[in-house]
């Protein structure tokens, strides 16, 4: 690991840092970074070594040339970037934390119940009380319809920093908690999954293949044919379907989808579960390709997930019983016991190496010694998750039950949603069962309290709403490619800690700016309106049926572990996640036990988000291209088709960022936003 490695790093960072908010919701473009693959990270790397590289090696004798394990490095630093400016982190902070104000002045209840006003301080922005105000009217107002024009943008000196400063001196350290803490996890958990358990890490075996061999060359994947045709393919494809939003009279499109819809009324349980995914598979190239480097009943599961979820769903619509809506509710409970079950047989089938760790991290002797990274790992992850515990009781006034409940339900989503990318290449995941939500349902309304609810919620819309864009999906992958490069994983966290620092710096100022200057993306509903809004709208229900049953007071009364001897725990909540608990550990008993088992757990874990709905019909068409190929061309013919499969992936990753410049240069020369166009999942 070098010096100019790092600093190359760095300055990726900056660049996404600065431009993915922009991107996203300026320009209102295919978002920048949108999952755990990147395709302008990793379309920025092929692009890079295509033409730099081959001129590097011109010069001077090839030493300005990068090796692959410097390239690895600055892969690693501006994946760990890429967990902050989006979805990860900004997205959702810097809009829950002025919306509310907004959503308030057109909701009495909000302002009878004096919710607002109940928000710890520095969880919202700092607001002068009372009616509307120039200072109050800068922050919100300007936040919303922003304060520059079309010929000139507003000033930083005009950007209301001070209001700001609370808000990002509560939420920052606590993310830099978070994510550092889970950075210590990916060092441990890489280890055992990779070394132990032999997970295939589709996404770093596809880097791998990329980078220079040892002596210098371009890696042998840029010599196959196959590769290049699966490259020139999907170009072909998608810049064709790209002009034909422009010029549709001109040009016939490649369909990547099927159109079933006609059907639906043939199948009255599916409708009632609202399975409209099912009646028109969309087809994205690059899961179908990874899907061919997986096991048939791994593909197989995830394509049936979201199929069998619907008929569950559309089974109990027909008895009238609601799966969705406010917490809780079936669904959520059904992925959270899901997830929690996924957990324990993780924990199991590495216990003999996580307690090793466990023991080492704690100074205890360890017959046999872990790897001294891990120990450091250990300890990163012990200490931030204290420390995030501790800032929870103190800052957010969370009892220590519930602080701590918080903490493991998010550390162990985060888990297995890495485990999922790690083994199945699945590189868009989501988990809605946020910490709030579960707890409402298993503790009860009277012993959690609505203001315990009202500051989970807001914890949890800040920091996992929608954690496609994980830090520890991007770590666990990253450890991965350092170790198929050979790079000190140890020396490489430290030059990650640096990177996440530095994200965080540049991210909020930049994103707050752009913001102010061109006012917030109102026309996106889910962020704009429904996630600021959720932490009051079920505080405030929670109060109103409390007050219905008359035990308000009661629950306000409650303190410490009264609460818990009140816990009254939903009786729909406790059965959905007794099932979802039980199929997870039955398909992975299953798997154990017999050898042709059909089924993997992965099927109820990613089923019910809108990932899965997305990616089914992906998986099953990579599951059946697959089974075709080993069935009647054998592993000789599997093998050969390797390259054709990183080559529509690495066709795909071109192919949007150069898309991805050509919408720039629109933007920049006609001051309009162009239409925007989806190559990967999003």
Same mark, same amino acid.
């Given at each position: 690991?070098?010096?100019?490695?790092?600093?190359?790093?760095?300055?990726?960072?900056?660049?996404?840092?600065?431009?993915?908010?922009?991107?996203?919701?300026?320009?209102?473009?295919?978002?920048?970074?949108?999952?755990?693959?990147?395709?302008?990270?990793?379309?920025?790397?092929?692009?890079?070594?295509?033409?730099?590289?081959?001129?590097?090696?011109?010069?001077?004798?090839?030493?300005?040339?990068?090796?692959?394990?410097?390239?690895?490095?600055?892969?690693?630093?501006?994946?760990?970037?890429?967990?902050?400016?989006?979805?990860?982190?900004?997205?959702?902070?810097?809009?829950?934390?002025?919306?509310?104000?907004?959503?308030?002045?057109?909701?009495?209840?909000?302002?009878?119940?004096?919710?607002?006003?109940?928000?710890?301080?520095?969880?919202?922005?700092?607001?002068?009380?009372?009616?509307?105000?120039?200072?109050?009217?800068?922050?919100?107002?300007?936040?919303?319809?922003?304060?520059?024009?079309?010929?000139?943008?507003?000033?930083?000196?005009?950007?209301?920093?001070?209001?700001?400063?609370?808000?990002?001196?509560?939420?920052?350290?606590?993310?830099?908690?978070?994510?550092?803490?889970?950075?210590?996890?990916?060092?441990?958990?890489?280890?055992?999954?990779?070394?132990?358990?032999?997970?295939?890490?589709?996404?770093?075996?596809?880097?791998?293949?990329?980078?220079?061999?040892?002596?210098?060359?371009?890696?042998?994947?840029?010599?196959?044919?196959?590769?290049?045709?699966?490259?020139?393919?999907?170009?072909?494809?998608?810049?064709?379907?790209?002009?034909?939003?422009?010029? !549709? $009279?001109?040009?016939?499109?490649?369909?990547?989808? &099927?159109?079933?819809? @006609? *059907?639906?009324? %043939? #199948?009255?349980?599916?409708?009632?579960?609202?399975?409209?995914?099912?009646?028109?598979?969309?087809?994205?190239?690059?899961?179908?390709?990874?899907?061919?480097?997986?096991?048939?009943?791994?593909?197989?599961?995830?394509?049936?997930?979201?199929?069998?979820?619907?008929?569950?769903?559309?089974?109990?619509?027909?008895?009238?019983?609601?799966?969705?809506?406010?917490?809780?509710?079936?669904?959520?409970?059904?992925?959270?016991?899901?997830?929690?079950?996924?957990?324990?047989?993780?924990?199991?089938?590495?216990?003999?190496?996580?307690?090793?760790?466990?023991?080492?991290?704690?100074?205890?002797?360890?017959?046999?010694?872990?790897? !001294? $990274?891990?120990?450091?790992?250990?300890?990163?992850? &012990?200490?931030?998750? @204290? *420390?995030?515990? %501790? #800032?929870?009781?103190?800052?957010?006034?969370?009892?220590?039950?519930?602080?701590?409940?918080?903490?493991?339900?998010?550390?162990?989503?985060?888990?297995?949603?890495?485990?999922?990318?790690?083994?199945?290449?699945?590189?868009?995941?989501?988990?809605?069962?946020?910490?709030?939500?579960?707890?409402?349902?298993?503790?009860?309304?009277?012993?959690?309290?609505?203001?315990?609810?009202?500051?989970?919620?807001?914890?949890?819309?800040?920091?996992?709403?929608?954690?496609?864009?994980?830090?520890?999906?991007?770590?666990?992958?990253?450890?991965?490619?350092?170790?198929?490069?050979?790079?000190?994983?140890?020396?490489?966290?430290?030059?990650?800690?640096?990177?996440?620092?530095?994200?965080?710096?540049?991210?909020?100022?930049?994103?707050?700016?752009?913001?102010?200057?061109?006012?917030?993306?109102?026309?996106?509903?889910?962020?704009?309106?429904?996630?600021?809004?959720?932490?009051?709208?079920?505080?405030?229900?929670?109060?109103?049926?409390?007050?219905?049953?008359?035990?308000?007071?009661?629950?306000?009364?409650?303190?410490?572990?009264?609460?818990?001897?009140?816990?009254?725990?939903?009786?729909?909540?406790?059965?959905?996640?007794?099932?979802?608990?039980?199929?997870?550990?039955?398909?992975?008993?299953?798997?154990?036990?017999?050898?042709?088992?059909?089924?993997?757990?992965?099927?109820?874990?990613?089923?019910?988000?809108?990932?899965?709905?997305?990616?089914?019909?992906?998986?099953?068409?990579?599951?059946?291209?697959?089974?075709?190929?080993?069935?009647?061309?054998?592993?000789?013919?599997?093998?050969?088709?390797?390259?054709?499969?990183?080559?529509?992936?690495?066709?795909?990753?071109?192919?949007?960022?150069?898309?991805?410049?050509?919408?720039?240069?629109?933007?920049?020369?006609?001051?309009?936003?162009?239409?925007?166009?989806?190559?990967?999942?999003?």
């Amino acid at each position: 690991m070098t010096l100019r490695a790092v600093l190359l790093g760095l300055l990726g960072t900056v660049g996404v840092c600065s431009v993915t908010y922009f991107n996203d919701w300026v320009m209102r473009q295919t978002p920048f970074i949108g999952s755990a693959m990147p395709f302008t990270v990793y379309g920025g790397l092929i692009v890079l070594l295509l033409t730099a590289q081959p001129l590097l090696r011109r010069i001077r004798g090839g030493r300005w040339a990068l090796s692959g394990k410097e390239i690895a490095v600055v892969l690693v630093l501006v994946l760990a970037a890429c967990s902050i400016p989006g979805s990860g982190f900004i997205r959702y902070f810097v809009k829950t934390a002025v919306l509310p104000y907004y959503h308030e002045k057109t909701t009495p209840a909000w302002q009878e119940h004096k919710l607002l006003e109940r928000v710890p301080p520095g969880m919202l922005v700092r607001v002068p009380p009372g009616e509307a105000s120039a200072e109050k009217d800068q922050v919100v107002n300007g936040f919303v319809q922003g304060m520059g024009s079309a010929d000139s943008h507003v000033s930083p000196a005009r950007i209301p920093w001070r209001n700001w400063l609370p808000a990002i001196a509560f939420w920052v350290p606590l993310a830099l908690l978070l994510w550092l803490g889970m950075l210590g996890l990916a060092v441990v958990l890489n280890r055992q999954w990779s070394d132990h358990e032999q997970l295939p890490y589709p996404l770093a075996a596809f880097a791998h293949a990329l980078l220079p061999e040892p002596d210098g060359s371009s890696a042998s994947i840029f010599r196959n044919r196959l590769f290049w045709c699966g490259a020139v393919t999907m170009m072909v494809v998608h810049l064709n379907n790209y002009l034909l939003i422009w010029f !549709p $009279e001109k040009l016939i499109e490649i369909p990547l989808y &099927l159109d079933f819809t @006609s *059907l639906r009324p %043939l #199948f009255p349980t599916l409708s009632r579960g609202d399975a409209w995914y099912v009646f028109r598979p969309s087809f994205f190239m690059s899961v179908v390709a990874f899907a061919f480097f997986l096991s048939t009943e791994v593909s197989i599961s995830i394509a049936l997930g979201p199929i069998v979820i619907a008929l569950i769903i559309g089974f109990l619509a027909g008895y009238g019983i609601a799966a969705g809506g406010p917490a809780p509710n079936i669904t959520d409970n059904i992925s959270f016991g899901a997830f929690l079950a996924m957990l324990l047989v993780l924990l199991f089938t590495g216990r003999r190496f996580y307690s090793q760790v466990a023991r080492a991290t704690l100074g205890l002797p360890a017959p046999d010694r872990p790897p !001294p $990274e891990t120990v450091w790992g250990g300890r990163m992850f &012990l200490a931030c998750m @204290s *420390l995030f515990v %501790l #800032f929870l009781m103190i800052f957010a006034r969370l009892e220590w039950p519930f602080a701590l409940a918080a903490t493991g339900i998010m550390v162990m989503a985060f888990v297995v949603l890495s485990r999922i990318v790690a083994e199945t290449g699945c590189f868009f995941v989501q988990y809605y069962a946020v910490p709030a939500a579960v707890l409402v349902g298993l503790i009860g309304p009277a012993a959690l309290g609505a203001q315990t609810a009202m500051i989970l919620f807001l914890c949890s819309c800040v920091l996992m709403a929608d954690p496609r864009e994980a830090f520890l999906s991007f770590m666990v992958n990253s450890c991965k490619v350092l170790d198929l490069r050979q790079v000190p994983v140890l020396r490489a966290s430290r030059a990650v800690i640096l990177a996440v620092v530095v994200a965080f710096a540049v991210a909020v100022p930049v994103t707050l700016y752009v913001v102010y200057d061109r006012g917030a993306s109102m026309w996106e509903w889910y962020c704009t309106t429904n996630i600021p809004t959720v932490p009051f709208r079920e505080a405030l229900q929670m109060e109103q049926r409390l007050e219905a049953q008359g035990r308000l007071q009661e629950a306000v009364s409650l303190h410490g572990l009264d609460r818990l001897a009140a816990i009254a725990p939903d009786r729909k909540a406790l059965l959905a996640l007794a099932g979802g608990f039980g199929v997870v550990l039955l398909m992975t008993a299953g798997r154990l036990r017999f050898s042709k088992w059909p089924f993997h757990p992965v099927m109820f874990l990613i089923g019910n988000s809108w990932a899965g709905v997305s990616l089914w019909a992906s998986f099953m068409a990579g599951g059946v291209v697959k089974g075709l190929v080993t069935h009647y061309g054998g592993v000789v013919v599997y093998n050969k088709l390797k390259p054709l499969m990183f080559g529509i992936i690495a066709g795909e990753m071109i192919t949007g960022l150069v898309l991805l410049g050509v919408s720039w240069i629109y933007y920049f020369v006609t001051g309009e936003p162009p239409k925007p166009f989806l190559i990967l999942p999003s």
